[in-house]
T-cell receptor, first 112, second 110 residues
Framework: KAGVTQTPRYLIKTRGQQVTLSCSPISGHRSVSWYQQTPGQGLQFLFEYFSETQRNKGNFPGRFSGRQFSNSRSEMNVSTLELGDSALYLC???????????FGPGTRLTVL | QQPVQSPQAVILREGEDAVINCSSSKALYSVHWYRQKHGEAPVFLMILLKGGEQKGHEKISASFNEKKQQSSLYLTASQLSYSGTYFCGTQRSNDYKLSFGAGTTVTVRA
């Protein structure tokens, strides 16, 4: 069974640009959650999607958005990048919630 | 609201025991425990739903005290493979949002 995949694995952007990250969940998993991980803040919840619907959202500015497609693949977008957006972005999939979440390897975003 | 984990770090010798605590000021629906090794993604250990149940994973077990809104993770007879950062994640209700604590770094030495 293939695990959660995230692309790209590494990304370097400059302030003001926008970025789109992609997550493919484990086959059959319909719930996808996104997290931002930084050394100082730990794992911060961004949002959760199930069957193309956003069911909850964390305390992040509107520059952070996401969506889920009918095949459960998910994307998150960050517009007008700031230096503080540099982080590891993790997505996790599960069958339902609450349930065991399987994390992808993450996308390391560096904003210069 | 993020749960509070303690201690922030612990160093053990193989075979020693340790307890990691996770506390919330709000009523909880469930507590999740994950372990993340350096450079890797977090890996699921266990979920505890309200009801005070205790679960186990190898020689790692956990409890959930609903009255205190606190969960404890017990590392028994630690092995080198137990090294990593342990995160607790809490759900206040069945709202699909998992809030993680800052993590507890465990180092097990031979």
């Amino acid at each position: 069974k293939a695990g959660v995949t995230q692309t790209p694995r590494y990304l370097i952007k400059t302030r003001g640009q926008q970025v789109t990250l992609s997550c493919s969940p484990i086959s059959g998993h319909r719930s996808v959650s996104w997290y931002q991980q930084t050394p100082g803040q730990g794992l911060q919840f961004l949002f959760e999607y199930f069957s193309e619907t956003q069911r909850n959202k964390g305390n992040f500015p509107g520059r952070f958005s996401g969506r889920q497609f009918s095949n459960s693949r998910s994307e998150m977008n960050v517009s007008t990048l700031e230096l503080g957006d540099s982080a590891l972005y993790l997505c996790a999939s599960s069958l339902t919630s609450p349930n065991e979440q399987f994390f992808g390897p993450g996308t390391r975003l560096t904003v210069l | 609201q993020q749960p509070v984990q303690s201690p922030q770090a612990v160093i053990l010798r193989e075979g020693e025991d340790a307890v990691i605590n996770c506390s919330s000021s709000k009523a909880l629906y469930s507590v999740h425990w994950y372990r993340q090794k350096h450079g890797e993604a977090p890996v699921f250990l266990m979920i505890l739903l309200k009801g005070g149940e205790q679960k186990g994973h190898e020689k790692i077990s956990a409890s959930f005290n609903e009255k205190k809104q606190q969960s404890s993770l017990y590392l028994t007879a630690s092995q080198l493979s137990y090294s990593g950062t342990y995160f607790c994640g809490t759900q206040r209700s069945n709202d699909y949002k998992l809030s993680f604590g800052a993590g507890t770094t465990v180092t097990v030495r031979a």
